[in-house]
């Protein structure tokens, strides 16, 4: 079975600041990684991901993670936070043999100006 | 491409009465999942399809809910008798197997009074 944590229901960020969003992961095969955004009244939107090769992956909006294979997470990044950057962000999971993904339970994002 | 059309956008309905929400999925995507968001639980996914075919349905909460997929581009989710706490936002993704992520839409919020 694979599982997603996402360990923290809300981070706060001042504008300007940089932001993480923690993510860790179990499953059986090699994981594909993804993350996604909701904003209000919206449904979930791609962000990015990771499937293999070069453990930092660049997204939208300037977003980014890095995979760590030894420590199971793939933490979601920002240099620089934006008010709009506020929204709710999943991470997913899926392994390289099936078709499911499992979604963590998602985290609020509050960028403060 | 118009991506995953999902209708009604707001749907309030009386207990007891039958409900019906609508999905319609990327042209030439072969897997549809139907999930359900609520403060309290998240993300829930209730049904899973391939290539039209109900592949997993342990998520659904009770007989009052069956999905169907009757053909590659429309799928239903149907909740008779409706109650009060079926109230969520019901969320409709598609996918091509073995792709990487989902393309979800935009949502029925629905309201049981």
């Known amino acids: 079975a694979q599982s997603v944590a996402q360990p923290e229901d809300q981070v706060n ?46 997204g939208s909006y300037g977003f980014e993670a890095e995979f ?11 240099p620089s936070a934006l008010v709009s950057d506020s929204a709710l962000y999943f991470c997913a999971v899926r392994d390289d043999a099936g078709n499911m993904l499992t979604f963590g339970g998602g985290t609020r994002l509050m960028v403060k100006p | 491409d118009a991506g995953v059309i999902q209708s009604p956008r707001h749907e309030v309905t009386e207990m007891g009465q039958e409900v019906t929400l609508r999905c319609k999925p990327i042209s030439g ?8 968001q609520t403060m309290m639980r998240g993300l829930e996914l209730l049904i899973y399809f391939n290539n039209n075919v ?9 007989d009052r809910f069956s999905a169907k997929m009757p053909n590659a581009s429309f799928s239903t989710l149907k909740i008779q008798p409706s109650e009060p706490r079926d109230s969520a936002v019901y969320f409709c993704a598609s996918s091509l197997q073995g792709a990487l992520g989902y393309t979800f839409g935009s949502g029925t919020r629905l309201t049981v009074v």
């Open chain 1, 13 to 58: 960020v001042a504008e300007g600041n940089p932001l993480t969003v923690k993510c860790t992961y179990s499953v059986s095969g090699n994981p594909y990684l993804f993350w996604y955004v909701q904003y209000p009244n919206r449904g979930l939107q791609f962000l990015l991901k990771y499937i293999t090769g070069d453990n930092l992956v660049k």
């Open chain 1, 68 to 78: 760590n294979k030894s420590q199971t997470s793939f933490h979601l990044k920002k």
């Open chain 2, 29 to 36: 995507h072969n897997s549809l999942f139907w999930y359900r």
């Open chain 2, 54 to 62: 109900p592949i997993d349905d342990s998520g659904m909460p009770e």
